[in-house]
């Protein structure tokens, strides 16, 4: 199968995607081959900037003095905790990451599991005012647990 590779472009500046095959007649026999090039500059540009904004965002939420976990809407795997998340919970990132918030008790008592499974699906932020209360966690040790509270 012919492998699509990066090739300097005619134009100048920029990538190109190559695609090359041989061509050959009714015997079997290589008469010649066939190439198509696209010019992935763009895509290229854009997926550069994508990934520092990504790099930008990560770096703010993992260097921000307020405590900062995301969870996987999904899955409900944790997938970034920053340091004053654990500090605020007194347990390590590892521990905290190595949560799902479908599997921790606190959110199901607290009233944050069914207040998220609102949320995720339809992309929309959900407001109320939470009260922090503590909860025994044993992979983190006192975990904040939010009690949702609607206006």
Partial sequence: MPRLRPLPCMA?????????APLYNADGKRVGAIESVRD??????????????VALI?????????????????????????QSA???????????????????????VSGLLPWQSRSCPTGN???????????RQRSAGNVPVFKVHRP
């Fill in 125 to 135: 932020t959900k407001h109320g005012n939470i009260t922090a209360h503590k909860f």
């Fill in 58 to 82: 990560e770096s703010l939420l993992l260097n921000s003095p307020a405590g900062i976990r995301v969870f996987d809407s999904e899955s409900g795997q944790c997938v970034l905790v920053n």
């Fill in 86 to 108: 654990a500090d605020i919970a007194g347990g390590s990132r590892e521990a905290l990451l190595d949560q799902n918030f479908r599997r921790l008790e606190s959110w199901k």
């Fill in 40 to 53: 992935i500059t763009d895509r290229k540009l854009a997926e550069e900037q994508r990934n520092n904004d």
């Fill in 12 to 20: 100048g500046p920029g990538v190109c995607l190559g695609n090359r």
